[in-house]
């Protein structure tokens, strides 16, 4: 029985991704898929970076990957990621810059589709509710889609043509029936924003479909004094202790 973990958003935040990284190897997961934004906020890019391109089965591109090797503009990142982007430019070497720059825009894994935004538009387009994650449905065919981006964990599960938010608690594996279709947001290691500041995960459970969200408290502290000694933002310093 194949069992999947999938992680997003780890933000070069390198204590948050170590403990998510010992508590998937308590899962005993098959493979590991990242549904990008590996750098953009965090201290440690080229870190994060090298901790899992080996370990990975598949990645696909954030919008921060993107940006921190210019292939995107940033003028409309807020400015303190704006900020953070260009700290991230600055402090790349050539071999992650590489693997940033060869992340393609989606990719699937046992059937279901992988992309760090949404189906519809897979690098930038936040779905937060269900008239968005709907426009996805309609306009592909897909499954069970994972994704990222918003760095707030939650199911979206069409049933006939309605899409509604499922309830979906953590620790508890949620079946997921035949007859529906989904996106899952998996949530962020490295930057959580639903007011819980412990890092997020997913385990997808592949023969009987059913998905377990997972969340890991890490050295917060620690994160935070290395983003100090660099100099980023204060705000995105202060916001990882609040959890949004
Ligand atoms: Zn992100």
Known sequence: MTRIGILSDVHANLEALDS??????????????????????????IECVARLRGRLRTAVAGNHDRAAVGGRPIDDFNLFAQEAIVWTQAHLDAATRDYLSGLPERDEVEGAL???????RPVDEYIGDAKTARASFVAHPFRIAFVGHTHVPAMFEEVGHRVRLAEWLPGIPKPLRSDHRYIINVGSVGQPRDSNRDAAYVTFDVAEPSVTLHRVPY?????????????????LRERLALGR
């Open 20 to 45: 998510v990284l010992a508590d998937i190897e308590q899962q005993r997961c098959d493979l590991l898929v990242c549904l990008g934004d590996f750098v953009g906020y965090g201290p440690d890019p």
């Open 114 to 120: 992988l992309v760090h935004g949404s189906p519809l």
């Open 219 to 235: 050295d917060i502290l620690a994160t935070q004094r290395k983003m100090e000694a660099a100099m980023l933002p204060v705000p």
